[in-house]
Nanobody
Framework: VQLVESGGGSVQPGGSLRLSCAGS????????MNWYRQGPGKERELVAG????????NYADSVKGRFTISRDNAKNTVYLQMSSLKPEDTAVYYC?????????WGQGTQVTVSS
């Protein structure tokens, strides 16, 4: 099982980024997919999740209305579109695949929001 994130980088407050996470080595379409983040000195937190079919999503209150999670099962990829970014969104963002007790993590991608 492998999850590879991409799309992180540095952006000014108010800017946008789109993260991607490509999965391989498992049946992607059967797994719920999540994005977590861990900011400096903070615990890892759930940012957004999407079910296997892509028709149910959930978001942390702190990102509702600004972030959108989506997936393309044909491409084995999950996305996180982030808009109106704030300095407090600065973190390492991790992709997570989950099915029952099974879970896998990507290596993370850094997002830095700073002027």
């Amino acid at each position: 099982v492998q999850l590879v994130e991409s799309g992180g980088g540095s952006v000014q407050p108010g800017g946008s980024l789109r993260l991607s996470c490509a999965g391989s080595g498992f049946t992607f379409s059967r797994y719920a997919m999540n994005w977590y983040r861990q900011g400096p000195g903070k615990e890892r937190e759930l940012v957004a999740g999407i079910n296997s079919a892509g028709n149910s999503r959930n978001y942390a209150d702190s990102v509702k209305g600004r972030f959108t999670i989506s997936r393309d099962n044909a491409k084995n990829t999950v996305y996180l579109q982030m808009s109106s970014l704030k300095p407090e969104d600065t973190a390492v963002y991790y992709c997570n695949a989950r099915r029952g007790s099974l879970a896998a993590w990507g290596q993370g991608t850094q997002v830095t929001v700073s002027s």
